[in-house]
Nanobody, 123 residues
Framework: VQMVESGGGSVQSGASLNISCDAS?????????LGWYRQAPGKEREGVAA???????SYADSVKGRFAISVDVSEDKLYLQMNDLKLEDTAMYYC?????????????????WGQGTQVTVSS
């Protein structure tokens, strides 16, 4: 099992970026829960968004209205569309799957995750 993120980069504040994740088969499971979390240097990990098999989506308050999580089941891919990026969005972004407990943006424990893709926002 290997989840692989891609699409990160360096952008200016206000720009958009769409990062993706090869979900290693999880998006095609019957009861999937997939999510994104991020971690900036010197800061605690922060849940960003989560989506489950029946379409329930949740977002962290810090990204509501700017970010959108989606799944392409046929391609087994997870996406995070990020709009109006801010300096504080700078972080390593990780995709994750199969939490043992709840499926929410603030879920802290995931059974599987990727190596991360770096997003850097500058002024």
């Amino acid at each position: 099992v290997q989840m692989v993120e891609s699409g990160g980069g360096s952008v200016q504040s206000g720009a958009s970026l769409n990062i993706s994740c090869d979900a290693s088969g999880f998006a095609q499971s019957q009861a999937y829960c997939l999510g994104w979390y991020r971690q900036a240097p010197g800061k605690e990990r922060e849940g960003v968004a989560a989506i489950n098999f029946d379409g329930r989506i949740s977002y962290a308050d810090s990204v509501k209205g700017r970010f959108a999580i989606s799944v392409d089941v046929s391609e087994d891919k997870l996406y995070l569309q990020m709009n109006d990026l801010k300096l504080e969005d700078t972080a390593m972004y990780y995709c994750a799957a199969d939490p043992p407990l709840s499926c929410d943006a603030d879920t802290e424990v995931w059974n599987y995750w990727g190596q991360g893709t770096q997003v850097t926002v500058s002024s």
